[in-house]
Every structure is written in structure tokens, then in C-alpha cells.
């Protein structure tokens, strides 16, 4: 896809996010959702993981801080956003210590981090990247090069997503005033 025709998708799910958020529509389907609601924000979550679709997460995050606490926001957003991280990472953990073939004539060779202090540094930088409300390929692939055992890597995904989007809920919460 051209990168053109990516920025203006990704302009027209702003413009949408920003207008569901402030005319109430976000709010409500929420509110519609009855039962479901931590199923809706776990799948909210999934869509903070996206360049495409963070902002529309971003906006029902705050459209519904109101009636859902942040911390229950945090906990059932970074569970979904987990999922979709760890589908994600079973795509990039093969590619590690592969060719991979870009055209007939240029190819590049991934390597596997070795290392304790570079697996550290790779982990704290893919860690600050989860946590902010933008795409996660790029720290998926950096946590995918670290070859760590899946538990490990799906709680370091599910604390980074919880310390973001709870950071995302409270700022929320303080714009809306007492």
C-alpha cells in the first residue's frame, strides 16, 4: 500500500475518532454494550496496538472514563491489546536467524540478540514503546529478535499496554475535571 494512501487513512480514522468522541457516540455504544463492556475495551485494546486504529482506542478510552474506572479500562485494554500483540509476534519470531528476501536482488539476514545487556536495552526501549498510544510493530519485532519465553514476553506486553492505557484513562479523567 502506498504510503500516501496509509496517511490518509490514518487522517480520516482521526478525524473519526475525534468526531464519535466528542459527539457522544463512543459513550454510548459502550453504554449499549450493557455486559459486554470489558469485552469492548479488551477489544479497544486490541485496537491501541494499530497505527491504523490507536486513536479510535484512544478516544473510547476517554469517552468512557466516566462510567468504567481507569484501572478497569487498564486491565481489560491491555488484555486485548496483549492478544493482538502476541499474534503478532509469532508472525516476527520465525524470522529471526533467517534470509529474507526483499527482491530478486536484495536480501537481509535478521539476527538473533545475543547478549544480556543488549537484550536489556532492547527490552527497555520495546517496553516505553508499548506503553505509548502508537504502533507496535516496531517493538514487537525488537522483542521478537530477543527469542524469550512466551509467558515472559506476554507479561511484558500485558504490564507495558497496562501502564499506557492507564496513563491514557487518568489524563482522560483530569481533563474532565472534578
Do not use: W
Not at 476517554?62 to 503478532?88: W, Y
Request: glycine share 8%.
Amino acid at each position: 500500500m502506498r504510503l500516501s494512501v496509509k496517511v490518509a487513512a490514518f487522517v480520516a480514522v482521526c478525524i473519526g475518532a475525534i468526531y464519535l468522541y466528542f459527539t457522544g457516540y463512543l459513550e454510548e455504544a459502550v453504554h449499549a454494550l450493557g455486559l459486554f463492556g470489558p469485552l469492548g475495551i479488551a477489544v479497544l485494546g486490541a485496537f491501541y496496538t494499530s497505527g491504523i486504529t490507536f486513536p479510535l482506542a484512544v478516544a473510547a478510552f476517554a469517552s468512557v472514563v466516566r462510567i468504567i474506572s481507569p484501572v478497569e479500562i487498564a486491565a481489560f485494554g491491555a488484555a486485548g491489546a496483549t492478544l493482538a500483540d502476541i499474534a503478532m509476534l509469532s508472525m516476527v519470531e520465525d524470522a529471526a536467524g533467517r534470509r529474507i528476501r526483499i527482491n530478486e536482488h536484495f536480501e537481509i539476514r535478521i539476527h538473533e540478540v545475543r547478549g544480556a545487556q543488549a537484550k536489556a536495552i532492547m527490552a527497555l526501549a520495546a517496553g516505553a514503546m508499548l506503553a505509548l498510544p502508537f504502533p507496535d510493530e516496531i517493538p514487537i519485532a525488537l522483542l521478537g529478535l530477543e527469542k524469550v519465553d512466551a509467558k515472559k514476553i506476554a507479561l511484558f506486553i500485558y504490564v507495558s499496554k497496562f501502564v499506557g492505557i492507564l496513563a491514557v484513562s487518568e489524563a482522560a479523567l483530569l481533563a474532565y475535571g472534578p
